[in-house]
């Protein structure tokens, strides 16, 4: 079975300063990893994707994440804040099940940041 | 290219009305997902299709019934409505069932409430 826990139910950051989002999961198997954003009124849109390529992925608007197997971490970060980075954010796992071929998706319960000008 | 889209965006019903929420995708996906997301509580899988003429339960079917019309087309009905099924909806389709790394395109949602 798997699971995600987003640490931070809400994070506030000042404008220009860095972003943390944390994520730890658990997967029987190798997972896949996402972060989706949610702007208000919105539906979700992929950030990035951890597929087992590279451990530091690189996503859209500065974001990028840093698979740590050891520490079974899965954190979003961003060096600058920005006032349109103000959103709710969720991280993802996906695992494909061995015996059916079907994928099972487990969302965390997201964590939304405040941008402070 | 439109992706997914949902109708209606918003609705208001009365406890005990019946609906149904419109779900389509010009993406030629073969999986097609019915969420809900309440505060605090993520996205929870409601219904899943994984192909055309197959539908599956997720982590809360309870009150709701499904219907994939064809490829593009998948439906979320509720008979009769709760207060509890009060909440934001959302639809996603997916190209390739099997590949772990493809991600979900979601439509931007139906703000559903049941008074």
């Not at chain 1, 972003?19 to 954003?37: K, T």
């Not at chain 1, 500065?62 to 954010?89: I, N, Q, V």
């Not at chain 2, 097609?32 to 409601?46: E, F, H, N, T």
Request: charged share 15%; hydrophobic share 30%; net charge positive.
């Amino acid at each position: 079975a798997q699971s995600v826990t987003q640490l931070d139910s809400h994070v506030s950051v000042s404008e220009g300063t860095p972003v943390l989002l944390r994520c730890n999961y658990s997967s029987s198997y190798s997972p896949s990893l996402f972060w989706y954003v949610q702007h208000p009124n919105k539906g979700l849109q992929l950030l990035l994707k951890y597929t087992s390529a590279a451990t530091l992925v690189k996503g859209i608007n500065g974001f990028e994440a840093e698979f740590k197997k050891s520490e079974t971490s899965f954190h979003l970060t961003k060096p600058s804040a920005h006032m349109s980075d103000a959103a709710e954010y969720f991280c993802v796992v996906s695992e494909s099940l061995l015996d059916t071929g079907r994928r099972a998706l487990t969302f965390g319960s997201g964590t939304r940041l405040q941008v402070q000008p | 290219n439109a992706g997914v889209t949902q109708t209606p965006k918003f609705q208001v019903l009365k406890t005990g009305q019946s609906m149904t929420l419109q779900c389509a995708q010009d993406m030629n996906h073969n999986s097609m997902y019915w969420y809900r997301q309440d505060p605090g509580m993520g996205l929870r899988l409601i219904y899943y299709s994984a192909s055309e003429g197959t539908t599956d339960k997720g982590e809360v079917p309870n009150g709701y019934n499904v219907s994939r019309l064809n490829k593009r087309e998948f439906s979320l009905r509720l008979e009769s409505a709760a207060p509890s099924q009060t909440s934001v909806y959302f639809c996603a389709s997916l190209g390739q069932k099997s590949l772990n790394n493809s991600p979900l395109h979601f439509g931007n949602g139906t703000r559903l409430t049941v008074t």
